[in-house]
């Protein structure tokens, strides 16, 4: 496999009994507790475990469950069960290069997504936001922990820019109120330390070698795009730059994967955005939120990348407006600028799947293909920003 991203990956953890997501010798008096905390009603006897399919792309997420019952009086119930785990649990992490894996297994804070409950965190959620509600924390063997939530009844309507621009505008006012010294002490990593580590540690191997290779842009499905491979290549050089300019930004906790499944609109709750999965934990630049909201259904093939342009025009007025809301006013160029060169850094050089190159169907050299869209529009708009940034006498850009 040459770098860069595959898709269709799933994950491959080990399949866990009822009994062990909850660590308990008496199952039935545990389901009918836990059901009588999260429901204020009383199980009825016999509960079905289903295991829910996952992508593998997130090292601390082991498994996924849903537990299924009955109350007394014939309500259907459901929980869902999240099992985090130690990076070193992770499959794909065997296939990385040993001094990465080595370095991922003892920096990678698996156990992050638990600050959604944090008191302090949970004050700073702006309404119309909130995580789920956490029924059991459980402790597992093994570095792994079970999380016993709310399960969301997601609303069928599909994500459109009517919700592309909420999402954004909650961002902006959850990461502005996430910029507080209050805040930001709870975490005691650098400044944009996810991202760098990303960009210094794995993108070297998934985005910036196969640029190189010759033969393999020689590909049929690669060899008209070699102006874009040009541009990412000029690029490149300037990576530690653009870190150290990030570093410079205005900061904020950031949910740090805040893709629009992350995101999630209860059926019930059409005014309520429920956030799920925090990664990338670390201090990040005021925009660093808006990558993954760009681009998270199309690395999903949910929408296409023709769309990019009307989302991405969509979201950054939305963010601004919502930092504003909250009394944020940073430099509007400054939050741009980390828009568009996070998002490049994060999902453009490595955008490419090469792992399909090998695959006759069509259905392939269509996923393939929107990932080139995609790098494409990531490429330029970044290139279109620094040279905005070059008018106004702050930021040197190479000429195409």
């Given at each position: 496999?040459?770098?860069?991203?595959?898709?269709?990956?799933?994950?491959?953890?080990?399949?866990?009994?009822?009994?062990?997501?909850?660590?308990?010798?008496?199952?039935?008096?545990?389901?009918?507790?836990?059901?009588?905390?999260?429901?204020?009603?009383?199980?009825?006897?016999?509960?079905?475990?289903?295991?829910?399919?996952?992508?593998?792309?997130?090292?601390?997420t082991g498994a996924l469950y849903r537990l299924r019952g009955t109350t007394t009086d014939g309500r259907p119930w459901s929980l869902f069960c999240k099992v985090l785990q130690h990076v070193r649990h992770w499959p794909t992490l065997a296939f990385l290069p040993p001094e990465i894996a080595a370095d991922m297994a003892a920096w990678f804070p698996w156990r992050s997504e638990l600050e959604l409950w944090d008191p302090m965190i949970m004050t700073s959620f702006p309404p119309g936001l909130r995580p789920p509600r956490l029924h059991r924390l459980v402790e597992l063997p093994d570095d792994r922990v079970a999380v016993w939530q709310e399960d969301i009844a997601i609303s069928a309507e599909p994500f459109g820019l009517d919700h592309y621009r909420r999402a954004a505008y909650l961002l902006g006012r959850w990461n502005a109120r996430c910029g507080t010294p209050e805040i930001l002490a709870t975490n005691d990593s650098p400044?944009?330390?996810?991202?760098?580590?990303?960009?210094?540690?794995?993108?070297p191997m998934r985005g910036l070698e196969p640029l190189t290779d010759d033969e393999l842009w020689s590909h049929p499905w690669l060899r008209d795009h070699g102006e874009l491979r040009r541009d990412l290549r000029r690029l490149a050089p300037r990576i530690p730059e653009f870190l150290?300019?990030?570093?410079?930004?205005?900061?904020?906790?950031?949910?740090?994967?805040?893709?629009?499944?992350?995101?999630?609109?209860?059926?019930?709750e059409p005014d309520t955005i429920v956030v799920i999965d925090l990664s990338f934990r670390a201090p990040h630049a005021l925009g660093f939120d808006l990558g993954q909201l760009l681009v998270g259904l199309v690395h999903a093939g949910e929408v296409p990348a023709s769309r990019l342009p009307a989302i991405a025009d969509t979201i950054l007025p939305g963010y601004l407006r919502g930092l504003r809301a909250?009394?944020?006013?940073?430099?509007?160029?400054?939050?741009?600028?980390?828009?568009?060169?996070?998002?490049l850094l994060r999902s453009g050089f490595d955008s490419f799947l090469y792992g399909l190159l090998d695959d006759p169907s069509d259905g392939a050299r269509h996923t393939f293909d929107e990932r080139v869209r995609l790098c494409r529009f990531l490429a330029d708009r970044a290139v279109g920003t620094l040279a905005e940034a070059n008018i106004l006498?702050?930021?040197?850009?190479?000429h195409r």
């Open positions: 496999m040459r770098g860069a991203r595959v898709g269709g990956q799933l994950g491959g953890g080990p399949a866990f009994l009822l009994d062990e997501l909850l660590q308990t010798v008496d199952l039935g008096t545990t389901v009918r507790e836990l059901v009588r905390e999260a429901f204020g009603a009383e199980a009825a006897a016999g509960s079905t475990l289903e295991a829910v399919p996952y992508a593998s792309g997130s090292p601390a400044a944009n330390q996810a991202l760098r580590q990303y960009a210094t540690a794995a993108l150290d300019r990030l570093d410079t930004m205005p900061l904020c906790l950031p949910h740090g994967d805040a893709s629009p499944q992350n995101l999630l609109i209860p059926r019930d909250e009394g944020a006013n940073p430099p509007i160029a400054a939050v741009a600028w980390t828009f568009a060169i996070a998002t006498g702050r930021t040197p850009v190479f």
